[in-house]
T-cell receptor, first 109, second 115 residues
């Protein structure tokens, strides 16, 4: 079965430090990977998707098919980055999203 | 423009009671999804509509769960004879295009607590 693993339930770093949120998926084909973010008292929203190859709010994520990973990175964390982050995977053209359990990121001042 | 809205935002039900959760997608969005999110977990797919057609209901956990979107706009998720394990946040999402290829926009969710 397809699976998305986010090994860290909670990640706490100091402002200005680098951040890496880990995501591994189990599908061996051509996946489509996403990162969604949920700020406090706000709804889930798309942060970035791997096919866009863009940087949003300073975050980037690279798909590594060999390691089946899609880790989210930011070189210098900001306090406003504190939120819940979810990695999600879609198999090929299938519309179903498979979600990880999420990582709560806390940026300490 | 207005985003996806859901009502009620909170619902407390006694075990065995029927509940109905409403989703108003973004106007013109063809695709509509329902997800269930248990505490401490990511969302899990329940069902998918393309306009008024329910193309996939494979994620509905039991026959107590029923969803409809009769006019291809507003959708209702109904849960009959609620059980404690139904307690979760129910999320609705819509996307402009077919088959959810485009970005899904989420509503705020309905938090259901079954006592």
């Amino acid at each position: 079965a397809q699976r998305v693993t986010q090994p860290e339930k909670l990640l706490s770093v100091f402002k200005g430090a680098p951040v890496e949120l880990k995501c591994n998926y189990s599908y061996s084909g051509s996946p489509e990977l996403f990162w969604y973010v949920q700020y406090s008292r706000q709804r889930l929203q798309l942060l970035l998707r791997h096919i866009s190859r863009e940087s949003i709010k300073g975050f980037t994520a690279d798909l590594n098919k060999g390691e089946t990973s899609f880790h989210l990175k930011k070189p210098f964390a900001q306090e406003e980055d504190s939120a819940m982050y979810y990695c999600a995977h879609r198999r090929g053209s299938n519309y179903q999203l498979i979600w990880g359990a999420g990582t709560k990121l806390i940026i300490k001042p | 423009g207005a985003g996806v809205s859901q009502s009620p935002r909170y619902k407390v039900a006694k075990r065995g009671q029927d509940v109905a959760l409403r989703c108003d997608p973004i106007s013109g969005h063809v695709s509509l999804f329902w997800y269930q999110q248990a505490l401490g977990q990511g969302p899990e797919f329940l069902t998918y509509f393309q306009n008024e057609a329910q193309l996939d209901k494979s994620g509905l956990p039991s026959d107590r769960f029923f969803a409809e979107r009769p006019e291809g706009s507003v959708s209702t998720l109904k849960i009959q004879r609620t059980q404690q394990e139904d307690s979760a946040v129910y999320l609705c999402a819509s996307s402009l295009g077919l088959a959810g290829v485009e970005t899904q926009y989420f509503g705020p969710g309905t938090r259901l607590l079954v006592l």
